[in-house]
């Protein structure tokens, strides 16, 4: 019987029972098996069956995961007692070998406590999750049983003086202990739930979140388990290889994560710190933070203590298997019963005797790494959530007060735009990466202290060398890590002004091509590049030396502390020593390189808390209590017969109607003199822009009610400060503002409208848009009204332009959206104010961007018709006197102060002087409007701009829809998002095109040292162990200067490799840009009609950018960590062939999680990325919109979006950070297997005498470093992913073809002086834009003479600028030929071709630089021919007045001078280049009648020898040319002297004339 439960041993009968029948140890432990042998009887019907029934189910929705009370202690309990039965199964065996023959019941109890304790927790979870209470019972019975049988056997114990000296009495005793806990918790589930023995069980709801299906995040919700694998998680990450994950699938923030939740958090700590005594005392921002989110970080920081303490378990546990794997094979012939002790005939032993097993401290190793993991995972969590709710709180404080930012401060500078932006995109960044480290803060110098004393421990004085060499060089570090965000900053600074210089270029592209310039501006941009790279220079180096300290630092403490050993000590340390040594430098230098950061981080993080609390401290808008109806006396006595019923309230009627209704009788007979009928009055006030000198003085004025009040005035007279004085923006010296009260009706009516009532529709001067749909920025937030909407449309005859925009009235405008122009702007804010279902508008001068139609057309219908048809109350602002005679009440402005209030007729009465004033300028306005109607109005203008934008594409081209929409998608949409297997490849054609981009041999270099340089790293490891396991003294004088030499080594490579890796980066990065540039500048016009700005430049920009600084780092720390990892797995096969076997099915398992993780990662970046966005949109917005926001009283809905953005915003990045943990749980769960494996092969190899001990170490500690690196591995490869997607668009554009620059005749067969004469044949041309589409010219045929005037006529789209366009074979011309003197344009080269012809463009394009330089980049010119251009333009005078003369600025786009100025100066441009052809594009479209009658003087004088191509907008331009061209679809309609067409009546030139007349 060689497995009887008892023993067989000789000489004893393990059954007797003589003594009594609990005296026999055997029958004791027969007895422990009951409870768990019941346990599992009757949990495992009911667990099945349960299942049964569970499978037809859908899976339970998670509202049901409600916890019992005391639901984490329990799992806590449990997860003790599970580790304390494998001690004791441990013990057991270890016993039981000591025996003669086997006794079961030493660890047999142990495996089946085991066993029903991991049943027990199962069967809790099913019992939790179907909310079946009565179930629990079971548990209860069991705990009893349990601590019953446990207690005898310690009572047992007890009599037999067993004690604590032997570890079975410890084990007994702490499971009694366990038992008794669990039991405790189970009693309070009975007596908080009353299941049980009480008449009345309590129901229970579940918490509020898990009501609303919304609510993804589960994190708050599972079981202790789930919350530390991140269990839930599962469904999410796996289903991202299916379907994108969306923001519908990440759903909703719990309550407790939700900004608002946080912010009323934080702004309680925040405003609790306001004492009575001190009110003014600014609170500290710390302090606040420390009180609303102290908690967590405490949490945080005590699991982040536990995983450090557990952390240096790795290195004592090898220390130990090394040790002991020597004397085990020693140990194993002693006689088996001498050591211990026996009672029971069965043998105990002591509590060390344990910890010299090499198997058992195997185990005990893995579960310190798992512990350590879950632990190390559980802080970084917690941190990164508290981070978030800490930056939703900041979020929240921050906006709420930039709603109360008193205006002042807006404009006078205090606060500008960008601040704020910094505050709410850097800052609040800051801190919560701040929190994010801020453990490791006080964690690293305890996890210091602690590595040096049991180094102290392991080495002796020696290993404090080691030590003091990191310590001395974490400084270095530090100063490395600050250098680097200096050159960022400065390389920041170029790529901004580089980008400023590419979007010039695209944007006058046409011209450059043109004129022939764009080698000279790419030059531009190629320089402003090279001082950029010269600081990625820097940056790159800086970089490598980081990325060297941390890599050589634990070579050199290794080299430092062994070679001091020697000298001190005289021989090598023993090989148990020197890998736990090794072991913990690898964790010692962790730390010492992050303090670095974290330092950086929290100094920065101070600074961000001193902007943030100035920002809080600064000065807010005064209390308009007046607005919310505590008005003063006077006014109510008015109202007091309004009294009227509720009852007779209609409630169908918006309440403007029925107040007019009750109103009417009495309004009749009133004047505006007494008060009932004044809106707004002002008293006295005095009110100024915060500098204590009044703005506006001695202001008394009545705004009376239902009337149209005009404010006039000369410019910066005060009217629109006198408008936000009223709504109380400006601060009030002295004087008061009284607002009416509306009538209390609608005090009883709790109608939808009341929360109007004084709000004011307020439309500024510069007009504010949203980021939304043109729909939405006129309804503003109110509920959509179709019949008012169209009316409103109407009056600001906006239909037209929405009919040009893609979407309609859905299209987005705004900042992100299509850029509309000024006039168009201004009438969608008009719009606004109209459609609001206010009681007062204030219009500021809403005529200012619009032309005369337009005006006249919004002054009728807008404010005369529907504005005052619904009696409301109007004030106007307005520089068109001609309006005066529609006010009832005008107020007359002058220097800050009211010079005159009153109708027209009083003042036409009262004050002579100021009518007449009034009628001079109101002549000279009605001879602008003459000349204005005479030429096309400004709106047809910007109408057309619109037109273009968009259908430069359709128009002009023709071209097939669907072709395009193809092209959009395949340039968008990298990642074919198929709905069946989205499996993410890892793109190696763009990564080999990255790396060839950055040079073989390059890339040759920083192969070849990767590998050298962890082959080095390996071979000093590997001549480690063989030292110190050969114990002879000689030999350490022939080991020693190896091991030096190859350390010395391995510190030069890791410098190379560094340097290289670097390196390549950033010839990469030059190279690919300045292909990207070429290839761009030198594609055809065509390319940019289709490829919309914003794609080019997020080429140039946000891709550029990543290629420069984030590709080159992610790649290293991948190489880095993927050899680190190979050579791991490698050094600890060769050792342990017998880990092979293990490796296989970890690899599996670890590809399947890098594979899931990829797509998922992916997706969640992307999420995170996209909601990020509209959030800072969303606080820009909000600064530039303050007065129009705080008018309308529109505070809390923008609130609400504030919050809804952040609360996206967080729940994605909460996601990703989830999912990072979610991907590091598993790869450390990997990794510890992995050290298991090793660890568990060298002992079974080692025991059959395979290797020495050295190399068992070697093997472990490898096996430990892998664990740290291997969700490095993944997580690179998954950013690797993401940044090259940034190369592959690149490369997209890189695929573009380039026009034909060389032409078929050498540039030397060129006459100078060509053309000479201007001669020019067109014969039988076609022309397209692309060989895919229809041509725009069909075989037209014209003969120009030398010198002759020309106009060419026609509707949009009939050909004609195709036809200027021919001239510079700027298009694809595919049939026939232009010949200019004698050569055929096509064989030219473009170079010379195009530089040889002038042209005017339609829009003037103007770039930044001087005056010199938009006249003449190629400094070819004397400064005489410059002004002699200039005075040909009429521009001399202007220039000369200019400070600098030619050398003056323009600024970006040429904004310093006026459309007219800027077409004079292209006017300019083409005199300084004496072409004898002049080609003019529509040319004077954009001047007024004055300037372009001068114009046209100036090119019959100055171009009187010249040909001129006039292509005309305005027929009349062309009645004095010599030849008009009349075209109509590509085609050539009519052609000959202009009288004599006009003489064909029903001709189409005579036709425009009329029409033109």
């Avoid at 009370?69 to 007692?81: M, Y």
């Avoid at 401290?361 to 995972?377: E, G, I, N, S």
């Avoid at 009187?1504 to 191509?1509: E, F, G, L, S």
């Amino acid at each position: 019987m060689a497995l009887s439960f008892c023993g067989n041993d000789v000489g004893i009968n393990a059954y007797s029972v003589t003594e009594g029948v609990l005296n026999n140890g055997c029958f004791v432990d027969a007895l422990n098996l009951v409870p768990h042998v019941f346990l599992l009887f009757i949990t495992f019907p009911i667990l099945f069956i349960g299942w049964g029934s569970q499978s037809s189910k859908v899976q339970i929705h998670h509202n049901t995961w409600l916890h019992f009370p005391g639901h984490n202690l329990r799992w806590i309990l449990t997860f003790s007692l599970l580790f304390v039965h494998v001690c004791e199964f441990a013990e057991g065996i270890v016993s039981n070998k000591m025996m003669e023959t086997n006794h079961l019941h030493l660890f047999m109890p142990a495996f089946m406590g085991f066993i029903a304790a991991t049943t027990s927790v199962v069967y809790y979870h099913n019992v939790e999750t179907s909310s079946f209470p009565k179930l629990l019972l079971v548990l209860f019975i069991y705990w009893v049983l349990a601590f019953i049988t446990k207690s005898i056997k310690l009572w047992k114990f007890v009599e037999y003086r067993v004690g604590p000296q032997h570890l079975r009495f410890c084990i007994t005793a702490l499971l009694v202990i366990l038992y008794g806990l669990l039991m405790a918790v189970e009693i309070n589930v009975i007596r908080v739930r009353k299941y049980v023995f009480f008449a009345n069980p309590q129901k229970v709801k579940p918490p509020e979140d898990l009501q609303d299906l919304g609510v993804r995040f589960l994190q708050p919700f599972v079981n202790l388990l789930s919350k530390a694998t991140y269990w839930w998680m599962n469904p999410l990450i796996m289903g991202a290889h299916k379907r994108t994950i969306e923001l519908k699938k990440i759903g909703k923030l719990p309550i407790a994560m939700r900004a608002l939740t946080n912010y009323l958090r934080l702004k309680d700590a925040y405003e609790d710190q306001r004492t009575a005594e001190d009110p003014d005392r600014a609170p500290s921002i710390w302090r606040s933070m420390y009180r609303a989110f102290g908690r967590p970080i405490l949490l945080s920081s005590t699991f982040r203590y536990l995983a450090d303490l557990l952390g240096f378990a790795g290195p004592l546990c090898i220390s130990g298997i090394v040790k002991y794997l020597k004397t085990d094979d020693g140990v194993v012939t002693q006689d088996k019963t001498k050591v211990g002790e026996t009672y029971f005939g069965v043998y105990f032993m002591s509590s060390t005797e344990l910890l010299q097993n090499t198997s058992v401290l195997a185990v005990l190793l893995f579960l310190a790494l798992v512990l350590q993991r879950t632990f190390l995972q559980a802080s970084y969590y917690v941190t990164i959530e508290t981070g978030i709710n800490l930056r939703g709180a900041l979020l929240a404080m921050i906006y709420n007060k930039i709603l109360r930012l008193s205006t002042s401060n807006m404009s006078m500078g205090e606060m500008t735009l960008g601040q704020i932006n910094n505050l709410v995109a850097i800052e609040t960044n800051q801190l919560m990466w701040f929190l994010f480290l801020c453990p490791n803060l006080w964690a690293m110098p305890v996890q210091i202290v602690m590595g040096v004393i049991l180094l102290y421990y392991l080495l002796g004085w020696s290993a404090l060398v080691g030590a003091s060499v990191i310590v001395l060089l974490a400084p270095v570090q530090y100063l490395i890590a600050t250098k680097l965000a200096d050159t960022q900053k400065s390389s920041l600074e170029h790529s901004t002004d580089r980008l400023k210089k590419t979007t010039e270029i695209l944007k006058g592209i046409k011209l450059l091509k043109l004129y022939a310039w764009e080698n000279i501006f790419c030059d531009s941009v190629e320089e402003t590049r090279g001082k950029e790279l010269t600081s990625l220079k820097t940056f790159a180096f800086y970089t490598s030396m980081s990325i060297f300290m941390n890599a050589a630092i634990p070579i050199a403490a290794v080299l430092a502390t062994f070679v001091m050993h020697h000298f001190l000590n005289k021989t090598g340390p023993s090989s148990s020593e020197a890998f736990a040594a090794l072991a913990l430098f690898h964790i010692l230098v962790t730390p010492l390189f992050l303090l670095s950061t974290v330092v950086r981080f929290a100094v920065k993080a101070l600074v961000s808390v001193q902007k943030l609390g100035e920002f809080l401290q600064s000065d807010e808008i005064g209390d308009d209590s007046w607005r919310n109806g505590d008005m003063s006396v006077a006014f109510e006595a008015g109202k007091k017969h309004l009294g009227v019923q509720p009852k007779a309230i209609n409630r169908k009627q918006p309440i403007r109607y029925q107040m007019d209704n009750y109103e009417q009788p009495t309004r009749r007979q009133m004047r505006p003199t007494e008060t009932e009928d004044v809106a707004v009055k002002v008293a006295n006030g005095f009110f100024t822009w915060g500098n204590n000198l009044s703005t506006l003085s001695d202001i008394n004025i009545r705004i009376p009610t239902g009337q149209l009040t005009m404010i006039v005035g000369q410019v910066g007279c005060g009217k629109s400060s006198l408008l936000l004085a009223m709504l109380g923006e400006m601060q009030t010296i002295e004087g008061r503002v009284y607002w009416s009260n509306w009538s209390e009706t609608e005090e009883s009516d709790e109608d939808v409208r009341s929360k109007n009532r004084y709000s004011v529709a307020y439309a500024t001067q510069k007009s504010w848009l949203l980021n939304a749909t043109v729909e939405e920025n006129i309804t503003f937030g109110s509920s959509f009204n179709k019949q008012r909407y169209k009316a409103v449309i109407d009056a600001c005859s906006l239909q037209p332009d929405i009919d040009l925009l893609p979407f309609g009235d859905q299209t987005e405008i705004g900042e992100r959206g299509i850029n509309l122009s000024g006039g168009q702007r201004q009438r969608i804010c008009v719009a606004r104010a109209l459609y609001q279902n206010t009681n007062i508008v204030f219009l500021d001068d809403p005529f200012s961007a619009l032309d005369i139609h337009l005006s006249d057309h919004l002054m009728q219908e807008g404010i005369l018709k529907f504005l005052q048809d619904d009696k409301r109350t109007v004030v106007l602002v307005t520089h068109k006197l001609q309006y005066l005679i529609h006010a009832d009440w005008i107020i007359a402005m002058k220097d800050g102060s009211v010079l005159r209030e009153g109708t027209l007729k009083d003042i036409q009465i009262h004050d002579v002087e100021l009518y007449d004033h009034w009628k001079t300028l109101m002549n000279r306005q009605d001879q602008e409007l003459e000349k204005d109607i005479q030429q096309d109005s400004q709106t047809t203008l910007e109408r057309k701009t619109l037109r273009r934008t968009f259908y430069s594409r359709e128009a002009k081209n023709q071209i097939d829809d669907e072709d395009e929409e193809e092209e959009e998608e395949e340039e968008d949409d990298d990642n074919m998002s198929t709905t069946t297997n989205r499996g993410s490849k890892i793109p190696w054609r763009v990564c080999w095109c990255y790396l060839s981009s950055g040079g073989f041999f390059m890339v040759f270099l920083m192969v070849s040292s990767k590998l050298l340089k962890h082959s080095v790293i390996v071979a000093i490891d590997y001549w480690l162990a063989i030292w110190t396991s050969s114990k002879t003294n000689q030999s350490d004088s022939y080991y020693l200067p190896v091991f030096i030499i190859l350390c010395a080594a391995g510190i030069t490579l890791c410098l190379i490799t560094s340097l290289t890796v670097e390196f390549l980066g950033l010839s990469a990065a030059t190279n690919l840009h300045h292909n990207l540039l070429n290839k761009i500048i030198h594609a055809p016009i065509r390319f940019f009609d289709i490829t919309p700005l914003g794609q080019i430049l997020n080429r140039f920009s946000a891709d550029t950018n990543i290629i420069d600084q984030h590709i080159p780092p992610t790649l290293e720390s991948l190489t880095r960590s993927t050899l680190l990892c190979l050579s791991a797995i490698g050094v600890i096969s060769s050792i342990t062939p017998a880990f092979l076997i293990a490796l296989f099915p970890l690899a599996v398992a670890f590809y399947f999680i890098q594979k899931y993780f990829r797509v998922a990662s992916k997706d969640l970046q992307d999420l995170d990325d996209s909601t990020q966005l509209p959030l800072l949109c969303h606080f820009s917005e909000t600064a530039e919109g303050l007065t129009t926001i705080r008018a309308f009283r529109h505070e809390a809905r923008f609130k609400q979006r504030m919050l809804e953005l952040t609360d996206t915003n967080n729940t994605a990045y909460l996601f990703l950070s989830a999912a990072n943990r979610w991907l590091e749980v598993r790869t450390d769960y990997l990794g510890a297997v992995i050290v298991l494996a090793a660890a568990g092969a060298s002992i079974w190899s080692s025991h059959n005498g395979l290797h020495s001990g050295g190399l068992v170490g070697l093997g472990l500690t490898y096996a430990l470093t892998v664990t740290n690196y291997l969700n490095w591995v993944v997580r690179n490869l998954a950013d690797l992913e993401v940044q090259m997607a940034a190369v592959k668009k690149v490369n997209s554009f890189l695929g573009t073809e380039s026009e034909n620059y060389e032409g078929s005749i050498d540039t030397s067969q060129v006459p100078e002086n060509w053309p000479q004469d201007g001669e020019i044949k067109i014969q039988d041309l076609c022309v397209r834009y692309d060989p895919m589409l229809k041509p725009v010219l069909k075989h037209v045929n014209a003969y120009i003479e030398p010198g002759q005037k020309v106009g060419i006529c026609g509707r949009t789209g009939s050909g004609k600028s195709s036809l200027s366009l021919a001239f510079f074979n700027m298009v694809d011309i595919f049939e026939g030929k232009i010949i200019i003197d004698g050569i055929d344009i096509c064989k030219l080269p473009l170079q010379t071709l195009r530089s040889r012809l002038s042209i005017i463009l339609q829009d003037p394009v103007l770039f930044s630089g001087s005056i010199r330089f938009n006249l003449d980049p190629e400094r070819t010119c004397t400064d005489d021919r410059l002004w002699e251009a200039l005075e040909i333009a009429q521009l001399k005078n202007m220039v000369k007045a200019l400070p600098g003369g030619l050398d003056a600025v323009v600024t970006e786009g040429g904004e310093n001078f006026s459309v007219g100025q800027r077409q004079l100066f292209c006017l300019a441009r083409a005199f300084v280049r004496k072409s004898s052809i002049l080609i003019m594009d529509e040319a004077t479209a954009s001047i007024d009648m004055a300037t372009e009658n001068i114009l046209q003087k100036v090119v019959m004088t100055a171009f009187a020898d010249r040909t001129v191509v006039t292509i005309a907008h305005r027929v009349h331009t062309i009645l004095t040319a010599d030849l008009v061209i009349v075209m109509k679809r590509g085609n050539i309609l009519e052609y000959d002297k202009p009288e004599t067409l006009l003489e064909q009546e029903d001709g189409m030139f005579a036709s425009f004339v009329k029409a033109d007349m």
